[in-house]
């Protein structure tokens, strides 16, 4: 919950946060978001090397869980906290601070769960609960901004100032009541640094790389919707600011409701082939996206209600994956490497999430579109917006499904890869 209440208002309000009501350049703010993913994704690697060589009372991965949740609230609370006057240094220092806790926090969470079984179907079945989870916190995130307008204080300001103090409140108790309730399976196999050729030589295996491109392209479509979100709603379709997170909440709904039917495919189609279903089908819901009449907010959380019919699969089964792919690692080298695929696999979705965010906003300027939520833009940059946020996705999504079908790791080929670490553990 707390993740989720900070990953999906950093890429969704936080850009247009600093390009509108702080009036810092659009180009700018692209650029510095880019660069700072970037920073994160080298950080990635360190953080996976450490956790899979840490050895304390607590485990291996719960004391990053620890380490992490400060940095998250204070880089929170002072990028949403930003008034007018602040520049693009003091939104790359906190940016990095809060991507760092973020991953931190992500990396030793995700690697818990991969911990917690060694099953195939009740991996599916934990991230899926572990994305219920994540669904939560950001169904909770945004309801702030109409709430507030509810209770007759709108605008973006008020809105970023109580995600900031939700995401602080809400990060010490979950973290506290993972660490309090979460016990570790002992280590099996050993461990190994983090160097850079550790970290090649896995992405060099054809079941990671695989897992791993599905994920950059995939993480280049969500990327894009995330970024686009707010422009898309406000100024192309005629939403009011305060709806846009009404109707995100839909898409959650909906992803809530049916994450189940994704875990149950998962168990009977291989996971490879559900992820793949779900990147084709996300892919062509951007079409009725495009043609959806403006101005009208019960038909525009309807239709983007759909995209919540692959949401759930789209970010649950490439960690459960990841995670299987840590098991057919470690029989081969005899090294448990759980913390640097999954760095490897946040990595690679960051690349994805900063790309986006650094070339949309480029083009977004290069098209003379207007960032500000009250701009009056021209009929041709509306209808480039409408494109940008609609095809692009889908084209991206539909290569990311032809690649996953060659996944070589199924559920009867990973049977037989447990059954072997079972006799040799």
Known sequence: MALSALSLPLVVYLPSYYSGSLHLDLGVVGAVFMIVRIIDITFDPLIGGWMDRTRTRMGRYRPWLAAGAPMIMIGMLMLFTASPGVGPIYLMGWLIVAYGGWSILGLAQLALAANASPDYQERSRIYAWWQFAFMLGMVATMLIPKLLALAGRPGQAGAMNMMAWFVFVVTPLMTGFTLLMVRERGEVGASHGGGIGVYLRLARRADVRIVLLGELLLGLAAGTTTTLAIFFFALGKGIAPADVGLILIGQF????????????????????????????????VQIPLYLMPGGN??????????????????????????????????????????GLLFALLIGIWKIGQALSVGLLFSILEWIDFNPALDAKNTVEALERLQLLYCFVPLSLSLVAALNLLYYPLTGARHAVIRAALAVRD
Do not use: Q
């Open 297 to 338: 907010l019960l038909i525009a959380i309807a239709i983007f209600s759909l995209v919540g019919l692959f949401y759930g699969a789209i970010a649950m089964l490439p960690r459960a994956m990841i995670a299987d792919c840590a098991d057919a690692n470690r029989l081969d080298t005899g090294h448990d490497s759980t």
């Open 253 to 284: 709904v909906v992803a809530l409701l049916v994450t189940p039917m994704w875990t149950w495919l998962a168990g009977r189609l291989g996971k490879h082939r559900a992820l793949a279903l779900a990147a084709v089908g996300s892919g062509f």
